[in-house]
């Protein structure tokens, strides 16, 4: 009985304490609020006060600051050797701006038998080009990285190029130009004069090889050792991964050429125009641990024959320049030569993208409707699941799916996780059961690099 009693008079003090804390908690909390709704309140009425979220990301910002120093403290040698290489694999311009692109050497006569119209060479093109860059094109040693933009169906495994960027970059003067090439520029393929077959769009057919040998050809910026590939279903995932908050509207707006009197021209020049904008704003993300979790997670999500180590040597290198802020012209914009129309600036933000929107859909009516892609996908994983004993067989209906990232097409998120973790899965067991453990291991990366970038919101500030 006396036993009881002190346990009883200890259990007081300990419950008196927990109310105390709680209590302590709440009246913090409250006060809290009230501070940062007042701090909110004189920011709107007191013109160049910062308001909470600007503190917030100020401190954010020290924060990173602060671990990205001991990230470069632990691994500077090892980013000096990325950077090296990164130098070392950039390559001498020795081309010569008077070399003939393959519609140069064709004859007048073969040239009356193109069906489309030939981007043609003008005099006043310098003129015409001044408001995307009036500076000579990046010299000196060079590397050119092609960001590819393909045009194909769900499962679909052949493609052609739909949006075609080249990136050339110098890491010793850290200056980045994005050339822009329509997809109907004219390459010769092999195919007669009076087809439209003979566009830069259809060389990616025989591999990406062959398409970054003809851009080498018609930029005229050395060779391109390197590619990064974007599929519809992927760029997407990018558009959310960037915080995007109406990601179906921004790739519509991307990918139109309906309605602007530049056509595909006007179309490559939007997309350039959108990429220099989120470069230069979310370089800063892609410095640091944050970065090198970032490049590691992104490598996994798109395809590429890039490195991490390569990919963080030359972030490094441009850093080091001070890039993007260390020159007014880190950035340059450029289109082809012979691209004779006079390009306006349209960025994408929440107005530009709607009213081009909806002057496509008043002009042209509204798009046709998409097929249910959770549907399809949820049909061919049931298919793959009949197919249980037969493992090359499962590979076989989900590989390209996967490749595709086919479920960012689905908008509503827990229907997307559900359809993707269990076709991903499938694909896994499959793959594990063929032996083939290393690309087993890629599917289930991917996976995991796709929910730290879209989920967790790493790019988004």
């Known amino acids: 009985m006396h036993s009881d009693t002190e346990n009883q008079s200890q259990k007081e003090p300990e419950q008196e304490k927990t109310g105390r804390t709680f209590t302590l908690i709440v009246r913090w909390t409250f006060w809290f609020i009230i501070a940062i709704a007042g701090w909110g309140l004189l920011a709107s009425m007191l013109p160049g006060l910062p308001g909470p979220g600007a503190g917030l990301r100020a401190v954010l910002r020290v924060a990173k600051g602060a671990t990205d120093r001991v ?15 990164v130098r070392n694999a950039a390559v001498e311009d020795r081309s010569q701006d008077t070399m003939k692109s393959d519609l140069d050497r064709l004859s007048a006569e073969r040239r009356a ?8 060479e003008d005099s006043v093109l310098q003129q015409q080009l001044s408001n995307i860059s009036d500076l000579p094109p990046v010299r000196g040693r060079l590397i050119n990285v092609l960001i590819i933009g393909i045009d ?69 910026r050395g060779p391109v050792n390197y590619y990064v590939e974007v599929g ?9 991964i960037l915080g995007y908050k109406e990601p179906v509207k921004t790739l519509q707006f991307l990918r139109t050429r309906r309605t602007l009197p530049g056509g595909d021209i006007q179309r490559a020049h939007n997309q350039a125009v959108f990429m220099r904008q989120n470069l230069i704003d979310k370089f800063p993300l892609l410095t640091g641990g944050t ?50 129309i006079r390009l306006k600036q349209m960025m994408a933000d929440s107005a530009t993208v709607n009213a081009t929107i909806e002057r496509v859909q008043r002009v042209h009516g509204g798009d046709d409707p998409n097929i249910d892609v959770t549907s399809y996908l949820r049909r061919v994983y049931l298919r793959a699941m009949q197919d249980s004993s037969r493992p090359g067989q499962i590979v076989h209906r989900l590989r390209r799916l996967n490749e595709q990232h086919a479920w960012l097409q689905i908008q509503d998120q827990n229907a997307r996780l559900g359809v993707r973790d ?26 995991e690099a796709e929910d730290l970038l879209i989920r967790r919101q790493l790019l988004r500030k």
């Open 152 to 220: 194909s169906r769900l499962s679909a495994r052949d493609a052609r190029a739909d949006a075609l960027h080249l990136v050339t970059i110098n890491p010793d003067s850290a200056v980045i130009e994005f050339m822009s090439i329509p997809r109907d520029t004219y390459v010769d393929l092999g195919y007669p004069d009076t087809t439209s077959f003979n566009i830069i769009a259809n060389a990616k057919l025989p591999g990406n090889g062959n398409l970054m040998r003809k851009v080498s050809e018609l930029a005229k």
């Open 113 to 120: 038998l193109l069906p489309m119209r030939p981007i043609l």
């Open 422 to 447: 269990t076709l991903t899965g499938l694909l896994e067991f499959a793959l594990q059961k063929l032996g083939k453990t290393d690309e087993a291991d890629r599917v289930r990366k991917a996976r």
């Open 71 to 85: 990230y470069f403290w632990a691994t500077e040698e090892s980013l000096e050797k990325a950077a090296e290489t």
């Open 232 to 240: 519809f279903s992927q760029a997407m995932g990018i558009l959310e």
């Open 291 to 340: 970065g090198d979790l970032i490049i590691s997670s992104g490598l996994n999500f798109l395809t590429t024959n890039m490195t991490r180590d390569f990919c963080l040597g030359l972030i490094y290198s441009l850093e080091k320049k001070g890039f993007p802020h260390h020159r007014p012209d880190a950035v340059r914009l450029r289109m082809l030569s012979g691209s004779n």
